[in-house]
């Protein structure tokens, strides 16, 4: 947003294991001279790392000038939406459904050890953010960052929900005896 105007939006995405030797572990959201206000729908913030230290919302996001506004996202050290703990920073708006809560990955990446490649961002059948997103923002996207369908029930409620993150849990494969007679 420096010297104009940024309205990023995020959908689905997962920023986790950043490491930045300044501000901004995983976002640097900038609207010097200009205006920079993102919004992020179904996302996950989570262990990342900068200069202030880790685990909290602006050692993941600093925003300089500028404004994030969350939907339906699990965000580290931001508090829970409706809990009264959502973080009182002006610069960080709620708008509504979001967690803070551990994601559950397979494999979580460490900010100490970045830059490197590895880890597996992929949601446990435990984590809080299968089906918590809202399916009404990824109507037109089927496909999760795997290929795979989007619109899983994952929790196995009933109900296919939209996952928070880039990655959709998908239901384990049931496989019934083979009886012979």
């Not at 986790?16 to 572990?25: I, K, V």
């Not at 010097?32 to 993941?60: C, L, P, R």
């Not at 059948?125 to 037109?140: Q, R, T």
């Amino acid at each position: 947003g420096a010297n104009g105007a940024g309205e990023p939006d995020f959908f689905n995405v997962t920023f986790t294991g950043h490491y930045a030797r300044s501000l901004g572990g995983a976002v640097f959201n900038s609207g010097e001279s200009g205006s920079a206000h993102m919004e992020v729908y179904n996302g996950i913030f989570w262990n990342n790392q900068d200069s202030s230290g880790s685990d909290t919302i602006s050692s993941t996001l600093y925003n300089t000038s500028a404004t994030a506004k969350f939907w339906h996202s699990l965000v580290q050290g931001a508090g829970s939406s409706g809990s009264g703990a959502w973080v009182s920073d002006p610069n960080f708006m709620d708008g509504g459904n979001n967690i803070d809560q551990d994601p559950a990955f397979v494999t979580p990446v460490d900010p100490a050890s970045a830059p490197r490649i590895g880890g597996n961002l992929r949601l446990q059948s435990v984590s809080p953010a299968v089906d918590a997103g809202l399916n009404l923002i990824v109507a037109g996207l089927t496909d999760d960052l795997d290929g795979e369908l989007r619109f899983v029930d994952g929790d196995m409620d009933g109900s296919k929900t939209v996952d928070m993150g880039a990655y959709e849990k998908q239901n384990p494969i049931s496989f019934l005896p083979i009886v012979t007679h």
